[in-house]
């Protein structure tokens, strides 16, 4: 085996970058990637690099199967001894539990291996009861989801170990993702199925991607009936074939007493002895050690070469749909923004209350009264332009599947994704949930009224500081100069005599300046507003974070990698 320590080091730089994806909208195939994210961390983790680091490390032969296909009484007989419960209630196995000899318990009992288990065993002169898993050490408290049991046995050979695994059709999901990644962990694929279910589904599916892996594996017909064991061999081993399969050994295992009734015996030595010579001649001849893990490990290398690169395209889908989503957000905005810039030029703020107590002043209005219609006539256009713009994104994001993760709620409201998180942080989940939302649409209302508000405030410190510039004994009131200059600011056309009002009180260049001030202050506080409201738009989508860095760093990584494979 390559165990150069630039090669272990190529590996351990694109785990880092596996684990760092993250793909979180709903795109077709993205749950697919999800899984190959998942995969290829169980294998890294559980299997390549720990094996390439130990290549000294015990043969480890997974279990692995169906429901009810006999593992744990497999197992057990394998053993000698009853390590593992097998019963008819089903799932049986639910702690997975690995078997070597006292001698190597140490290759197992830390976390060379399958580092998410918490190991448990039980003390030495303990028989194994229905209750009867006691934690040792390093752990939380007992009966945690994950967690892996450590037996020894004399019986066994040294330099093998046996993992009887949870059921990969298991009608609890988290057994049968575990039974998945303990099966990545493998030297060696013992796939277990019976007579009247080895042409189901699922341990196909197995079959097919321990083939796709080039993985070392072993196929078990177990609990074949002695009037058919002749022709149900013959099928199975047409079927193997068919799928490319042929040269993988095969051991058939007849049905016997032992095997039924609950599985509690233990099956006779010749029942399994083709099988443990198998297993034993693999772990202690030196010439067939190398050929397994060198086959298992060269696999999934080479099969790295075809799912990093998916990986990668899978993760470039997802950064061109947030772009894409994040394009209609800020298209949205901009389209409102000029058209607010327009109608302010046409004059439509001085529209409704606003008109009516312009044409009304100062005879029957104050210049209070202006004011203040002039900023809840402001205030209203704003709303409509930002609700404008959300109703266009929302068309747009209903169009695209990749906003299927966000939930859109009545009154302009919408929240984060929908799609659970899992586990974060480098974990094998990877599928991430945003944060926050965009509120109610009262929540918005209130915000650019608040903005409004403050942008008349400063509007009415510039008159007070322009009316105190003025060298006369009457100066205008600051109040006055204020609700000009919002007319003539917010009026277009329609308010040219704000202009000529503003001028002959407090002179023509100090209208200009106020003026000026006061656009430009107009035109920050309408970008900030509405900023502000696009940025939040955009918030649950930010929350993400999803960047195109992760694609080129897939490749970069998987290069490096195979520049090392190819100077060895």
């Not at 320590?5 to 909208?25: C, E, F, G, M, N």
């Not at 001894?81 to 196995?93: F, H, K, Y």
């Amino acid at each position: 085996m390559d165990v150069r320590p630039q090669l272990i080091d190529a590996l351990s730089a694109l785990r880092d970058r596996v684990a760092a994806v993250r793909l979180p909208l709903p795109l077709p195939g993205a749950e697919r990637a999800r899984q190959t994210r998942a995969e290829l961390l169980a294998q890294l983790d559980d299997y390549l690099l720990p094996r390439l680091k130990a290549p000294e490390a015990p043969l480890l032969a997974v279990i692995g199967g169906s429901t009810g296909a006999g593992k744990s009484t497999l197992v057990n007989s394998l053993v000698g001894c009853r390590v593992s419960e097998a019963g008819v209630l089903r799932p049986t196995t639910r702690t997975p539990v690995l078997v070597c000899h006292p001698d190597d318990h140490h290759w197992f009992a830390d976390v060379r291996v399958l580092p998410e288990l918490i190991r448990v065993w039980l003390p030495p002169g303990r028989g194994v009861g229905a209750d009867g898993i006691e934690e040792v050490g390093v752990g939380r408290a007992r009966g945690a989801a994950r967690e892996l049991r450590i037996e020894t046995a004399m019986s066994l050979p040294r330099g093998l170990a046996l993992l009887d695994a949870p059921d990969i059709d298991s009608l609890v999901e988290r057994n049968r993702v575990l039974a998945a990644e303990l099966v990545c962990a493998a030297d060696v694929w013992v796939m277990v199925t019976t007579a009247s279910r080895y042409a189901d589904a699922v341990p196909w599916h197995m079959l097919r991607t321990a083939k796709e892996y080039d993985a070392s594996l072993v196929s078990v017909l177990d609990r074949v009936p002695h009037q058919v064991v002749g022709e149900v061999s013959r099928q199975y081993a047409a079927l193997m074939t068919r799928a490319g399969l042929g040269d993988v050994p095969r051991f058939t295992i007849p049905e016997l007493p032992e095997s039924a009734g609950g599985g509690s015996g233990l099956l006779p030595t010749s029942a399994v002895a083709p099988l443990r010579a198998w297993l034993a001649h693999r772990a202690q001849d030196p010439a067939a050690r190398q050929q397994a893990v060198g086959r298992t490990a060269a696999g999934v290398m080479d099969s790295l070469n075809v799912r990093m690169p998916a990986l990668a395209g899978a993760v470039a889908q997802q950064y061109a749909a947030a772009v894409r989503l994040t394009g209609a957000v800020e298209e949205a905005y901009e389209k409102e923004a000029d058209r607010i810039r327009r109608r302010l030029r046409n004059g439509a703020v001085l529209a409704g209350d606003a008109r009516t107590r312009w044409r009304g002043y100062p005879l029957d209005s104050s210049a209070g009264e202006v004011l203040e219609a002039l900023v809840e006539s402001l205030v209203a256009l704003i709303q409509c332009a930002v609700a404008a713009a959300d109703e266009k994104i929302r068309t747009a994001w209903r169009q695209d599947p990749a906003a299927a993760a966000f939930r859109f709620e009545r009154g302009g409201g919408e929240s984060g994704p929908r799609d659970d998180a899992g586990r974060e942080n480098g974990s094998r989940s990877g599928s991430g949930r945003g944060s926050g939302g965009w509120g109610p649409a009262e929540d918005a209302e209130g915000r650019i009224a608040v903005v409004v508000r403050r942008w008349r405030r400063v509007v009415e410190e510039l008159a007070e500081e322009e009316v105190g510039r003025l060298d006369r004994s009457v100066a205008p009131d600051p109040e006055t100069v204020a609700a000009l200059l919002a007319a003539a600011l917010l009026g277009g056309r329609r308010a040219r005599s704000a202009g000529e009002q503003l001028a002959e009180r407090i002179g023509a260049q100090g209208a200009l300046r106020l003026r000026d001030k006061g656009g430009a202050l107009l035109t920050s506080y309408l970008d900030q507003v509405l900023r502000v409201e696009r940025e939040r738009r955009l918030a649950p989508l930010d929350a993400l974070d999803i960047a195109p860095e992760p694609q080129a760093e897939l490749i970069a990584a998987l290069s490096v990698l195979q520049k090392e494979r190819r100077q060895r």
